[in-house]
Structures are given as C-alpha cells and as structure tokens.
C-alpha cells in the first residue's frame, strides 16, 4: 500500500507561481511512476504530467512550457512546479503513483494509488 498525500495548494492570482508536494509512504516510493491530474467542476479528471521511476517526464499539452514536474526518491516526495498560471488552471489536483507497464502515463487507468486532492484557484 502506499499512500499520498498531497499539499501547496491556495489561491493565486493569474501570472502567479505555485509548488505542489506530493508525500508518499512506503519504502518502494524510487520503483513507482508518479504522475499528477486535475479535475475542475464539471470536467473529467486529466492528465497534467508524469514522471517515471528512471526519470523520464511526460506533459500535456497545455503545459507548454509552464510546469515542471520533479522527485526526491530520499524524501519520497513529488513535485509540480506551476509557472505562469491562468485561471484556467483552476482545479483540484491529484498526485498519483503506479507501477503497472500500461496503459500509458496520460491515463488513470496506469496508477493504483490516489491521494485526496489539493485545490488550486487562480483568480484573473
């Protein structure tokens, strides 16, 4: 079992920067693919960024340039770093970690764990 639980969430005008954290427990946190989504009102849940236990990272496209997803395998934490913010950011966001081979990274279907969310609001 592992669990996440996510913070650094708040209300942040647009232009704005924020760092969301993602805390897991567990010993094996290094083997798992981290990944972030976000769900706003009335909206599915989406992929937002990933980043696989070599390292690797993967980004939607709306990211462009703005986020930046990290870990610290020591401290067994994630991070979303969130430059430039618009009020369409605007969501609840979610840390996830898996480590099943597929599908891949962009889809729910690959994490077995969820944390509770965190909110972000980014006002114009």
């Known amino acids: 079992q592992v669990q996440l639980v996510e913070s650094g969430g708040g209300l942040v005008q647009a232009g704005g920067s924020l760092r969301l954290s993602c805390a897991a427990s567990g010993r094996t946190f290094s083997t798992y693919a981290m990944g972030w989504f976000r769900q706003a009102p009335g909206k599915e849940r989406e992929f937002v960024a990933a980043i696989s236990w070599t390292g690797t990272t993967y980004y939607a496209d709306f990211v462009k340039g703005r986020l930046i997803i990290s870990r610290d395998n020591a401290k067994n934490t994630v991070y979303l770093q969130m430059n430039s913010l618009k009020p369409e950011d605007t969501a609840v966001y979610y840390c996830?970690?898996?480590?099943?081979?597929?599908?891949?990274?962009?889809?729910?279907?690959?994490?077995?764990?969820w944390g509770r969310g965190t909110q972000v609001t980014v006002s114009s």
């Open positions: 996830a970690a898996g480590r099943r081979p597929n599908p891949s990274y962009y889809y729910t279907e690959r994490y077995d764990y």
